[in-house]
């Protein structure tokens, strides 16, 4: 299982938390970015997957616990993302909110079943379309992500229940468009509960990055995790801390 894992999340060596990139395919007129402090202790989950030939899948979780005790739940997400993209989104005309509502359905319930009950795990899913320029997603609990246009940065909040909660928990789904130097930031508890003096990083601290416009995806991914570093004055360790984006452009 370890081994299995690691390949999923990555692994780093060195002293201290340190910020890692995943690797990520390329997309036609944009770039997904995904960067996180490692060594990972908690249950933050992270993939992606083309669907088709312009759909790309793409999602973070937080499984509730450590990751010891959540590798089993964490494995059966994983499983249940690939074969529930390849399942739902592979046809070429798809509708893409009831497929993504169906994903959210089946991930619900193999963290139940994995999980042998209840097993809290915020979760946000989306489908980019490169064709059209959208992301169709759910946010299950979640953070609110969050989407810069030329003008503003605004949220997107939760469309559902956290997964791992009920057997039966309706999910909705919504379609935003990204503009053409448009962006989307979806950031980990971590990332938000970053504490120094009394304060919290919050999506304030994401926001602000996001106004000042890194020029890509990966930038942005980085900064978010550096400015973390920066208002604690110290590494990261209260939690997992990823932040995962998407910028059209790049």
């Known amino acids: 299982m370890k081994g299995l894992l690691s390949k999923f999340f990555g692994e780093?060596?060195?002293?201290?938390?340190?910020?890692?990139?995943?690797?990520?395919?390329?997309?036609?007129?944009?770039?997904?970015?995904v960067a996180y402090f490692s060594p990972q202790?908690?249950?933050?989950?992270h993939d992606f997957i083309r669907v088709g030939p312009t759909r790309f899948l793409f999602g973070l979780l937080d499984v509730a616990g450590k990751r010891e005790t959540s590798a089993p739940v964490l494995e059966a997400a994983k499983v249940c993302f690939r074969t529930g993209a390849e399942d739902l989104f592979a046809?070429?005309?798809?509708?893409?909110?009831?497929?993504?509502?169906?994903?959210?359905?089946?991930?619900?319930?193999?963290?139940?079943?994995?999980?042998?009950?209840?097993?809290?795990?915020?979760?946000?899913?989306?489908?980019?379309?490169?064709?059209?320029?959208?992301?169709?997603y759910v946010n299950a609990g979640h953070t609110p992500g969050l989407l810069r246009d030329e003008s503003s940065v605004v949220e997107l909040p939760a469309t559902g229940l956290p997964f791992g909660l009920f057997s039966l928990a309706p999910?909705?789904?919504?379609?935003?468009?990204?503009?053409?130097?448009?962006?989307?930031?979806i950031v980990s508890r971590g990332v938000v509960e970053a504490e120094s003096k009394h304060s919290e990083f919050g999506l304030t601290g994401v926001k602000n990055v996001m106004q000042v416009g890194p020029p890509t995806a990966k930038d942005l991914s980085q900064r978010i995790l550096e400015e973390v570093q920066s208002f604690m004055h110290t590494s990261p360790k209260h939690n997992d801390v990823t932040a995962l984006t998407l910028m059209r452009g790049n």
């Open 91 to 136: 046809a070429e005309e798809v509708n893409e909110s009831e497929a993504m509502i169906e994903l959210s359905r089946r991930l619900n319930l193999a963290i139940m079943r994995a999980a042998g009950g209840v097993r809290s795990c915020p979760a946000f899913a989306g489908c980019y379309n490169e064709e059209l320029g959208t992301v169709c």
């Open 12 to 33: 780093t060596t060195g002293e201290g938390p340190q910020i890692v990139h995943t690797d990520t395919p390329p997309l036609e007129g944009a770039a997904l970015a």
């Open 171 to 185: 999910t909705d789904a919504r379609i935003v468009g990204l503009g053409a130097r448009g962006s989307m930031a």
């Open 41 to 45: 202790a908690g249950g933050d989950f």
